[in-house]
């Protein structure tokens, strides 16, 4: 695995199923960059899965060097929301 | 090893030698036995389901609410209630006193929808609703997330249904779809009868069940037979004008799951199964089994191909765990006890790699 740090954001959940972006972390705009900092200082909320129902929810994966950081919220700034597109 | 660090509820890590990247990874690798990967897939199971501590607290409530199979003739039909978002993302909404008079069409398409799919239920299964007591079915159309995005999803949030208008590029108004509203709408009857999780394959069950009935529906409003590939696309009315012209005709396609012209292509066969997936991905291979299951019997889907499922899927004795293979072990214990010859329902499982 490279120890280029990357990004994995994945919209899960609803009718639509997932949408993924995976990037270098170092390729984010600076308020995407900003954004996803603040997301990885706060805790994952209380389990998406556990809302009921298939309300959407996102995973958000960081990789490079040391351990995988993962966060599962309901919700991410617009600058991270808009980044998962449907491979058209 | 790296470990795999996440957050949940605020509490201190909870920490797993082996990620769930490296673990879907292992379970896909050539050469791996089948007990292996089926091990590593119950390991990932377990170590999702440590992390994700109120499951436990949403699998007790819906037990309270678990019943035996029911027949429930003398319920009355449901309350429908529908309500506009008005582009906001508060739910429910404003209410709309007279959804079938309503001036906007998407209300009145989704209203006399939603009724149709509670007949169907009650017609075709002898369901009176999402509980089977003939609970409120509650509707919140226009909504959105965000004022200034248009949202691009339909969603069960536990209560009611909920639903976009779509970008109109990569998707179209979501209740315009009979089997997006039949989808949702299963959500409610699965969470009221089964222990699913939300997640890993119980997840993809519980996302195939809803997939399963909406196309039914779909197929029987249409009258078309289960030989009819147009019958078995999830979300073909939803496409917009850029996805169509990208050539994607669907959002999964339950005749050929993979197929480069769903939005959303999933794998075909129980050797493919991504145990960290979405739970829309892994539903492509009971999907399949669903499909070929009713076009061997032929005729219509509605009738007893339906009603085996259904009766496999309600009653509350999957597990919250099931695999997909509990679910096929389920269907071949009602086939029985509905005097249904096996061999079909055997060869449908087994042709996506389903060992039964």
Known sequence: MSDTPRVRIERRGALT????????????????????????????????????????????????????????????????????QFDL | MAQDCTHAHGRAHQCFIISPD?????????????????????????TSNMRKGRETARLSAISQKTSQFRRDIDSPPPEIFMYDCQKHHSIPGRPIADPAKSTDAGVRIAYQTTKDVAKFYKDVLGRSSGDGRGIDLVSSMHYREFED?????????GRQMVYGDGDGQVFKEFYNSP???????????????SHLAYEGESGALNEHISDMVGAVFNQKVKGLTADKPEGWLIGAAIMGA?????????????ASPGNSHCLSPQPSTYNGLDPTADVHINSGIPNLAFCKFAQAIGGNSWEMPLN???????????????????????????????????AALKSAWRAVAVPL
């Not at chain 1, 270098?24 to 995407?32: F, K, R, V």
């Not at chain 1, 990885?40 to 909320?45: C, K, N, T, Y």
């Not at chain 2, 690798?29 to 990932?44: D, E, F, H, V």
């Not at chain 2, 850029?242 to 339950?254: E, F, P, Q």
């Open chain 1, 17 to 84: 199923g997932p949408k993924v972006a995976e990037l270098a972390i170092g390729d984010l705009h600076s308020d995407a960059k900003a954004a996803l900092d603040t997301v990885l200082a706060s805790p994952s909320a209380d389990a998406p899965v556990a809302q009921g129902g298939d309300r959407p929810w996102y995973r958000v994966t960081v990789t490079g060097k040391g351990a995988p950081e993962v966060r599962d919220v309901h919700e991410l700034p617009a600058s991270l929301r808009k980044l998962p």
């Open chain 2, 22 to 46: 490296l673990l879907k990874k292992l379970s896909q690798a050539k050469g791996n036995s089948r007990a292996l990967k089926r091990t590593l897939q119950s390991t990932w199971l377990v």
């Open chain 2, 149 to 157: 995005e248009d949202y691009d999803n339909a969603f069960w949030d």
């Open chain 2, 179 to 193: 089997d997006v509203i039949a989808h949702e709408l299963t959500h409610g009857v699965t969470q009221f009868e």
């Open chain 2, 242 to 254: 850029k996805s169509a012209a990208a050539g994607k005709t669907c959002l999964r396609d339950m």
């Open chain 2, 308 to 342: 085996l499922w259904y009766r496999a899927s309600i009653g509350g004795h999957l597990k919250a765990n099931a695999t997909i293979l509990d679910f096929a072990n389920a269907t071949l214990a009602h086939a029985h006890a509905m005097a249904v010859d096996p």
